[in-house]
Structure formats: structure tokens, C-alpha cells
């Protein structure tokens, strides 16, 4: 990248800072961490094609033309925290996430969602986070369920653990963790 891309790169960053609270790039990759999606199915679920988001992402393209794009990011960050903090399970935030992808309107960033569920996160909260967001990366919320119920009546506890990380409560998925440690 020569100088003046970098400069044109630096400058949508800043623009994107401004509008949104943040670079999109930073923001599209915590959600993709918090609610266990790849960009594919973020650009889907937001009604953006693939080249676009990474556009965005990369700062090649400051702003976001869509009102009902940007409505969607918002309901997407509101979703996160409430993942995040255990209010909502990955398969509840499975069926949002579709709901969301049918939205349509326009509104401004809410960056306040993001910004509270971030803090204070204790140490077992980030590895639950983690084996959350590691199952969910590989599979659906459905798709996990199923995999439990197949293993239940020869390995309930494993079946179980599937339950609890890949598609329950982050909540329950802490009690779980705290309960299983020696």
C-alpha cells in the first residue's frame, strides 16, 4: 500500500470513528467474536455483500450508505451485549439474528452496548466466552442441540456440555465451568 492509500485508509478510519464510535473494522470484528459468526454470515445477516463489509473493515470505504444497514449494526451491537451478558443464548440470538437480517429503517450507532459488556468481564467469564464462541464458530445453535441429543444416552455429560456452551446461556455456561472445576 503506498502512502497515499494509507492516507485515504487513515482518514475513513477517522471518518468511520466519527459517525460510528469507532473504526468498522473494530466493531464488525467483536461482533463476529461475540455472537460465534464469520464475515459471510455477518455480511448476510447485515445485507451487505462480502467485498463490501471488507471494504468497510479495512477502511477502503468510510461509510455505510444504507440507513437499514446501519439499523441493523445498532440491533447487532444491542444483541451482543445482551449474549455477552447472558440474557440472551446463542440459539435465541441465532433466531435475532435472522429477525434482524429482515429489518429495514434507518437510525444512528449506539455504541453504549458494546462499550458496557466489554468491561469487567471476569477471567472465567473470557474463557467461557471463548469455548462459547469456538463452538458457535463451528456450528449453529440447531445443529450443536442435535449433536447433544445424539450423544445424550451414551455421554450425557459431554451432550451436556454441548448444551450449556454451544447453544445455552452464558450464565448457565459459567455456573457450568465454576461447578467443573476441581
Known amino acids: 500500500m503506498d502512502a497515499a492509500q494509507q492516507e485515504a485508509t487513515a482518514r475513513a478510519r477517522e471518518l468511520q470513528r466519527s459517525w460510528y464510535g469507532e473504526p468498522l473494522g473494530a466493531l464488525f470484528r467483536r461482533l463476529i467474536d461475540d455472537l460465534g459468526l464469520n464475515q459471510a454470515r455477518l455480511a448476510a445477516v447485515l445485507g451487505l455483500s462480502a467485498p463490501m463489509l471488507s471494504q468497510l473493515m479495512s477502511g477502503q470505504r468510510a461509510k455505510i450508505g444504507n440507513p437499514a444497514v446501519v439499523q441493523r449494526v445498532q440491533a447487532l451491537q ?25 429489518t429495514a429503517g434507518g437510525s444512528v450507532l449506539n455504541n453504549t452496548a458494546q462499550q458496557t459488556s466489554s468491561t469487567g468481564a471476569t477471567t472465567v467469564r473470557r474463557v467461557v466466552r471463548e469455548i462459547q464462541s469456538l463452538l458457535r464458530s463451528v456450528s449453529d445453535a440447531g445443529d450443536i442441540i442435535d449433536a447433544a441429543n445424539t450423544l445424550a444416552p451414551t455421554h450425557p455429560e459431554l451432550a451436556e456440555f454441548l448444551r450449556v456452551y454451544g447453544a445455552g446461556r452464558t450464565a448457565d455456561a459459567v455456573a457450568h465451568y465454576e461447578a467443573h472445576q476441581s
Open 78 to 102: 444491542e444483541l451482543s451485549g445482551q449474549v455477552a451478558d447472558g440474557s440472551v443464548s446463542a440459539a435465541e440470538a441465532t433466531d435475532r439474528m435472522d429477525e434482524i437480517k429482515k
